[in-house]
């Protein structure tokens, strides 16, 4: 049953993720298992592997007039849980997110904007806060 949800995760992750051109990409632990980067150098579509405990961080550059960073988080599963903290240019968190803070059942996934945000690199820290094994998980932020 495993092997086929593992199988059914990769259909899902290579359907999510359009191939726009390919390349590496990774954080300071380079759990990178496929990065694309949109045409217009903003738009950064990644997919990772994350295991219980695990926190990858990931940066985003925000230019000025950007009216909405809009952010997605998705682990294709809510069996699981992870958590996503979301800090400013200057070091101060934004908030935190779970699964069910959009008020719904758990399904694995975090979908939220930024509106007017501040110019600057803004990070995203993924936290495994419930896995068993390894989960799969793509960061979209555009």
Request: with cysteine; proline share 4%.
């Amino acid at each position: 049953m495993k092997f086929n949800r593992l199988i059914g995760l990769l259909a899902i992750f290579v359907l999510i993720i359009p191939m726009v051109s390919a390349g590496s990409t990774g954080s300071e632990r380079n759990e990178a298992v496929l990065g694309l980067s949109q045409a217009d150098e903003f738009t950064t579509r990644g997919g990772y592997i994350i295991t219980q405990g695990e926190t990858h961080s990931h940066t985003c550059s925000v230019s000025a007039g950007i009216s909405v960073l809009q952010v997605d988080l998705n682990w294709f599963t809510p069996d699981y849980s992870l958590k996503l903290d979301v800090y400013r240019p200057d070091g101060s968190l934004y908030g935190s997110y779970h699964d069910d803070d959009d008020g719904c059942e758990p399904d694995g996934q975090i979908r939220f904007g930024i509106s007017n945000p501040v110019p600057g690199f803004w990070n995203f820290k993924v936290y495994g806060e419930r896995v068993t094994g390894i989960q799969l998980y793509a960061l979209n932020y555009f």
